[in-house]
């Protein structure tokens, strides 16, 4: 499975969007990049997930580049509830069931 | 719905002790795992199981064994506790891979155990 690399931490206003890096450069092209979220030491959450094409939910929209090799998981209206660790994922998407979880990057938002 | 239920959410054990962290879920999904959670690290994949039966090992499997009955049930025991064992557990559970399936993960609440 590819690996990730995320900022360590990031800080972001309350009610602007909160862009979110995620570098994936030896990701294939049969890995999807995934988005989960760790509000204090709960179990982490689903946010969003996608192969090629840019995605959006409820939740936040997910920004795919080109060749696939970084991705972006924007939070359009940052709230202080979204302070949380967000955890960028890449995982085959077939076959195999191994998510790989990395450091992830520590959210906050700033009143 | 409850979803994926871990029991205890707490436990505290000496060095030796054997324990049996439970986890259920009620979702009727094919995948669970389990995860360790050390302070400020991500989460490492310890066992996991794509259905009745079945398991298989994740990056850090020593001192753990799984065993999978049933659908609903996926036990983590800890044979022999030590002093690096101390962490918060997860568990987790999907539906099978399929093509265009979403392939969510539910995660339970955790249990945090400490070994002393």
């Known amino acids: 499975d590819a690996k990730t690399t995320q900022p360590p931490s990031m800080d972001c206003a309350e009610g602007r969007a909160a862009n979110l890096p995620c570098n994936h450069s030896?990701?294939?092209?049969?890995?999807?990049v995934y988005w989960y979220r760790q509000i204090h030491s709960q179990g982490p959450q689903y946010i969003i997930h996608?192969?090629?094409n840019n995605e959006t939910n409820e939740m936040a929209s997910l920004i795919i580049t080109e060749d696939r090799k970084s991705s972006t998981l924007i939070l359009p209206h940052a709230t202080l509830r979204d302070t949380a660790v967000y955890y960028c994922i890449v995982r085959v998407g077939q076959g195999t069931y191994k998510y790989i979880f990395g450091t992830g990057t520590r959210l906050k938002v700033l009143a | 719905n409850a979803g994926v239920t871990q029991t205890p959410k707490f436990q505290v054990l000496k060095t030796g002790q054997s324990m049996t962290l439970q986890c259920a879920q009620d979702?009727?999904?094919?995948?669970m795992s389990w995860y360790r959670q050390d302070p400020g690290m991500g989460l490492r994949l310890i066992h996991y199981?794509?259905?009745?039966?079945?398991?298989d090992q994740g990056e850090v499997p020593n001192g753990y064994n799984v065993s999978r009955s049933t659908t609903e049930d996926f036990p983590l025991r800890l044979l022999s506790a030590a002093p690096s064992q101390t962490s918060v557990y997860f568990c987790a559970s999907s539906y099978r891979d399929s093509p265009g399936a979403k392939n969510i993960q539910y995660f339970g609440a955790g249990t945090r155990l400490s070994v002393l």
């Open positions: 996608g192969l090629k």
């Open positions: 030896t990701i294939s092209g049969n890995e999807y």
């Open positions: 979702m009727n999904h094919e995948y």
């Open positions: 199981s794509v259905g009745a039966g079945i398991t």
